[in-house]
């Protein structure tokens, strides 16, 4: 009888694993990230209904084209989170090949226990409060239309805000279909939200972590913009800085804002080595040729061998116009930087690589600590 007995508690105990694996698997399936979607961006096939005061949706919507390549079954897409200290960072991700990429996107930024996993792994932050739900729609004019869940009104004060507002334009203006961007809350116009962060009109893509500090030499209209990219606190991520200047928004000015690092106040770690300075920058044809003087040589001292400080001169260099490559001197004599020129990375940041990078971090750090 204690056999009986004992084999009709296996049988109990097998079967009641059995059921809570079934159930973990439909969990798992059912539970995927929002970002997943398949009907992100819908097709009309009719009169567009109209929203609340909002005048009636386009009846032409665009879906956005890819901003690059993936590998099989999967599509490349920038979605911007934040770091520690509030920088928001571009990191290029793969989503599935669905219709709808540019709601999946956004969808990521989410929080949300499994989006929150993924941009811990990248050592960031989501930026958009649990459970705010998402709708877009894109005209054939380039016109994105969001509209937001009043959950966004959790968030927590006023630098929240403006930085999810800017999240949100800067990753939907990655599209190149997509022009401007404007919100509604739902579903209808917002003038500003909780902590007086303006919503209304019209938003096109603007400047990413604006330094706060400007020169006391200039009036407001003599100011000018440069886009500077600094490593962040772990080295693994490049953060893009706009920097405002007083004189000529070019690549001299750029290279010189870049030697001179990352503000005072900033966490951010500087891209070239202490000391270094610039001698000249020259134009060759579409490769800008720029000449350091020796103390860029110490760059090969850092834990990367200066790939990650070689990447953001280059990101940097390029941004303006007819700059398509870099060639760099030190001393006027070629730098050995494992090709002659450098030409620009497609993307800024890819979570494959910073998710590795951070871990080699993390296990370093806490091995020193050992």
């Not at 239309?145 to 507002?165: F, K, P, T, Y």
Request: some cysteine; glycine content about 8%.
């Amino acid at each position: 009888m204690n056999r009986l007995g004992n084999q009709r508690k296996l049988y109990l105990l097998a079967a009641a694993l059995l059921a809570l694996t079934i159930l973990l698997c439909l969990s798992w399936g059912l539970w995927k990230p929002s970002g997943q979607e398949t009907d992100l961006v819908p097709q009309a096939t009719g009169e567009a209904a109209p929203q609340s005061t909002q005048e009636p949706v386009s009846q032409a919507t665009t879906e956005p084209e890819s901003t690059g390549q993936a590998s099989a079954g999967m599509r490349e897409t920038v979605v911007y989170y934040q770091d520690n200290n509030g920088y928001l960072v571009p990191v290029m991700r793969e989503v599935p090949a669905e219709e709808g990429i540019a709601k999946a996107t956004l969808s990521l930024m989410v929080q949300s226990p499994y989006n929150d996993m993924e941009a811990a792994r990248l050592g960031l932050k989501t930026i958009l409060p649990e459970g705010t739900t998402i709708d877009l729609d894109i005209n054939s004019e380039g016109r994105a239309r969001i509209d937001l869940g009043s959950q966004i009104n959790q968030l927590a004060d006023a630098e929240a805000e403006s930085n999810m507002v800017s999240a949100i334009v800067q990753t939907l203006t990655e599209f190149p279909t997509v022009k401007t961007v404007e919100f509604l809350v739902d579903g209808k116009q917002v003038s500003q939200l909780k902590y007086g962060t303006r919503i209304d009109g019209t938003f096109e893509r603007g400047m990413l972590n604006l330094e706060s500090a400007v020169p006391t030499m200039a009036t407001p209209s003599e100011y000018k913009t440069v886009e500077l990219y600094f490593p962040g606190e772990t080295g693994s991520l490049l953060v893009p800085v706009t920097r405002m200047v007083y004189g000529n928004d070019d690549i001299n000015t750029a290279m010189l804002e870049l030697c001179k690092g990352p503000s005072a106040d900033s966490p951010l770690e500087s891209t070239l080595p202490a000391g270094c300075g610039l001698i000249g920058v020259n134009m060759d044809g579409t490769t800008a040729v720029i000449n350091f003087t020796k103390e860029f040589m110490n760059l090969a001292e850092q834990s990367d061998g200066g790939r990650q400080a070689l990447k953001a001169l280059v990101l940097t260099a390029t941004q303006f116009p007819g700059v398509e490559k870099v060639e760099i001197q030190v001393e006027g004599e070629p730098y050995d930087a494992s090709a002659a020129t450098m030409s620009v990375p497609t993307f800024v940041n890819e979570a494959d690589a910073i998710t590795d990078q951070f871990l080699q971090t993390q296990t370093a750090q806490i091995f020193d600590m050992e």
